[in-house]
């Protein structure tokens, strides 16, 4: 079992087809160079010393590409920790999901919520706000990640233009890099205030291409799923086949390998091949697009 990374290949030798079929359900990471690149710079921003301008990131990128599962990952290399000498317990980074429209209220009680922190509804909101930055202060908080930016500056001109003051004034109060992610739009928001967009670096984590990068993720991938037999990805045309009908986005690669590796087992072939690649049940994200408009 030489294509197979060591612990996969116990997997193939130990587990039952069932089991086997389990494991490839289960969540996993593939480092790439994207993600290795922007890992490096969020660590550069975690490690940033304090000024009153500090850097800030936008991670932009269509979605089912990879944004979520990357600050996941740096956040859970970051974890909190109580501190021996104070007993105090210490938030490297935070990372918080946007509520889904632009409310200030909401955005404090979600930061609250992930901090533990109770709140009353009919707290005021500057004294949440307020809370909210000695809260964070007091956790010697180095980095607020906030996915699904976009939900906060969706609405009006004038409702983007609030809260993109809202970030403002907490990056100033707390001297901290923001991260933010998501989709196009919240770049194009970002972009209508010249004194944001000067602090946000963009960073995009592109469609994938039929490159290297793509060559070294299917061979990666090819590693760590349980089948017996070599399907060779990087060979042929399944590179190829499997590019097209992914789009480009890693999700809807991993997904594609994920059903034929289960259609693989099943139908006793254990290797990917065009034709299990043709007979799995799968629709390309444009097609199922299309399919809701019908
Ligand atoms: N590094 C990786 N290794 C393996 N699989 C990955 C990796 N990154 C992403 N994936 C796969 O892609 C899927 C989508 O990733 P993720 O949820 O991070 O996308 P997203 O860009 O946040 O999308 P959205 O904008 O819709 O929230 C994951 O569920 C996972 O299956
Ligand atoms: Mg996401």
């Not at 998501?182 to 994938?208: C, S, Y």
């Not at 997904?255 to 007979?279: F, P």
């Amino acid at each position: 079992m030489k294509h197979l990374h060591p612990r996969t290949a116990k997997i193939v030798e130990n587990f039952t087809d069932e089991n086997r079929i389990f494991s490839i359900k289960k969540p996993k990471w593939i480092g790439y160079t994207h993600a290795h690149t922007i890992l490096k710079k969020l660590e550069n921003l975690r490690d940033y010393p304090r000024n009153l301008r500090m850097p800030n990131l936008l991670l932009v990128g269509d979605s089912n590409n990879g944004k979520t599962i990357l600050l996941n990952k740096f956040t859970e290399e970051n974890k909190s920790y109580v501190e021996e000498a104070s007993q105090e317990k210490r938030i490297p980074i935070l990372m918080i999901q946007a509520p889904p429209d632009p409310d200030e209220k909401r955005f404090y009680n979600t930061i609250l919520e992930s901090l533990f922190a109770p709140y009353k509804s009919s707290e005021k909101i500057e004294m949440r706000q307020q809370r909210v930055i000695h809260l964070l202060r007091k956790v010697q908080l180095k980095m607020l990640i906030i996915d699904e930016i976009h939900h906060l500056l969706a609405g009006t001109m004038a409702k983007q233009r609030s809260f993109l003051n809202v970030l403002k004034y907490l990056a100033n109060e707390l001297m901290i890099p923001f991260v933010c992610s998501g989709t196009r739009e919240a770049l194009h928001a970002i972009q209508t205030d010249p004194q944001l967009a000067n602090r946000f670096e963009p960073k995009v984590l592109p469609r994938w291409q039929n490159d290297e990068d793509y060559l070294r993720l299917l061979a990666s991938f090819e590693r760590i799923l349980p089948l017996k037999n070599a399907s060779l990805l990087i060979e042929n045309s399944l590179a190829s086949t499997i590019l097209l009908k992914s789009e480009g986005l890693i999700g809807e690669i991993s997904k594609i390998l994920e059903l034929s590796s289960i259609l693989a087992i099943e139908s006793g072939i254990e290797k990917i091949n065009q034709n299990i690649l043709e007979n799995i049940d799968y629709t390309p994200p444009s097609e199922r697009k299309k399919m809701m408009y019908r």
